[in-house]
């Protein structure tokens, strides 16, 4: 399926500095950059969120790769989560940050924080 960019719906993947750009083009070309405050952009990513949020309220427990989900719901699901993701990385670019490094990081810190249990300590959670 081509998108109006000429991209195939299942392509390679897709850099965050690709976003980035694309992202950051598709707003000048409208005028949009005088409304992409670091505010504004947080405050859609927010009402995206709740948007994201809205398609799992009701559904209590939903098992992975939602194999019991239409095609349809799936493609919701996948719309908002590129909502949420573009507006992340919209915040992340106005913010003059590098999201890629930041959350690889993010990961560095983590591993520190919650390092490997053995096999004793993990066999006490099954």
Known sequence: ?????????????????ELR???????????????HSPRNLLLALVGEV????????????????LPNWSSDD??????ELSDVLLYLVRLADV?????????LTKIVKNARKY??????QTSTFN
């Open 1 to 17: 399926m081509e998108n109006s960019y000429g991209s195939s719906r299942k392509s390679k993947d897709v850099s965050l500095q």
């Open 21 to 35: 750009d694309r992202l950051a083009e598709f707003a000048e070309v409208r005028g949009w950059d005088q409304y």
């Open 50 to 65: 709740g948007e994201l949020s809205e398609i799992f309220q009701w559904k209590g427990e939903v098992a992975r790769g």
């Open 74 to 79: 799936k493609e919701h699901l996948e719309e």
């Open 95 to 103: 913010c003059g940050l590098d999201l890629g490094q930041a959350a």
């Open 115 to 120: 390092p490997i249990l053995n096999q004793t």
